[in-house]
């Protein structure tokens, strides 16, 4: 790793954590230094993580590391099921085991008859080979693999969410919309929201979805080993704008078989519309008299970038500037991976327009903290309320959002 003004791209290990931390009924024991947990316990107590998996550091010292000794791996288990008594247990390494080799998914094989009573599932990435983005996708994927049971499909259509995870701007908020849509649209109730608000016992229902809704492409293996297992279909795509959420609505109908319910999509639609009204003429003035100050310019995690910027250029016209994503696998063309180098030359000299990016970098450059889409943040979380950035109510307030800061800038 090299040097870095700002935060770098998180490790493997940080992705596996933010998937895992959120899950009810579990404990996560990190194998590795107890300074990593604490800090990251703090981390995901400021993205508004209070009530999840329960973490653990099993500590290790020099005397661990220079003669490979996991006899604390041993103790701290048995201090977790004493206090926790968790089903399922999350082993993470740390950068300092994965580097002397420590094997442990062999090791849990080894433990395993020794506590016969709960599930010991070891996670891989605790070093720095990959980043958070391929972590959350392996974290992913293997739940998929391992905690669903075989079950039959519910009674009524039911949906899985796949995706929603503590390492996302505005998480939980998103989530929220998702299942208020889909309770609206098709009188359909979520299964496992993975992971963002879940537990044990729902993953292991996620068989009994007729749907699964991949928010992020980092899901997109799970959803594909789960239809493979159960059949079930899946849509990759995040909702925004007002059309843009129509037509995700469609979509699922299309996959579901099941129709949108018309009386409720008409009146989101009316109601987005009227609250949007007294602001349109103004996007469509400035769009064609200065485009310059409506040039819209993003950066963030490639699908959230993608969405907004699609919502902005397609449904008011607004020009696009420059875009950006966070990880280097998923750079395109139109929205290409920026480095720390990159980003903070665009946003420190960016005059006029849009800006939506990471707390860190509005922050960095003196601009409006609202206008943030991504992580890092540089704020407490504390609740879930804040308005989303997805569907109809995310359209309204991201518009909002660009409605004010086009007239602070006048």
Known sequence: MGLHRFKPVPSGRMGTLWTLATIKGAALVEFGC??????????????????????????????????????????????????????????????????????????????????????????????????????????????????????????????????????LFRFQADAGEILRLMEGAFSMKAVCVMTSHTSVEEIERMGSAHINLVLRREGEAAARHLQKRFGTPYLLGRPYGLEGTRLWLEQIAQLSGIPVDAAFLNQERQTARSQLAPVIPHFRHITRSHPEEAMLSLGGHADVVKGILEFGRKELALPQGTCWCDCPEMGSEEIPYFGEDQWSQVVGEHKKGLLMASGEALEWAGRNGDMQIANPDTKWRLHPYDPPLVGFRGAVHLVNLWSNEDRDDH
């Open 34 to 167: 107890m300074g990593h947990m604490l800090y990251s316990g703090v981390t995901l107590k400021r993205a508004g993580v209070h009530d999840g998996c329960k973490l653990y550091s099993t500590h290790i010292d020099e005397a661990d590391i220079a003669l490979g000794g996991t006899g604390r791996l041993n103790h701290t288990l048995d201090h977790v099921l004493t206090q926790d008594r968790p089903r399922v247990i999350f082993l993470l390494p740390s950068a300092i085991p994965e580097v002397i080799g420590t094997d442990l998914p062999a090791l849990c094989e080894e433990l395993q008859g020794d506590y016969p009573d709960v599930r010991l599932l070891p996670f891989g990435h605790g070093g720095f080979a990959v980043n958070q983005h391929r972590g959350i996708q392996e974290a992913l994927l293997l739940l998929a693999k391992t905690l669903p049971v075989t079950i039959e499909k519910t009674e009524q259509p039911t949906f899985n969410i796949i995706g929603s995870c503590a390492d």
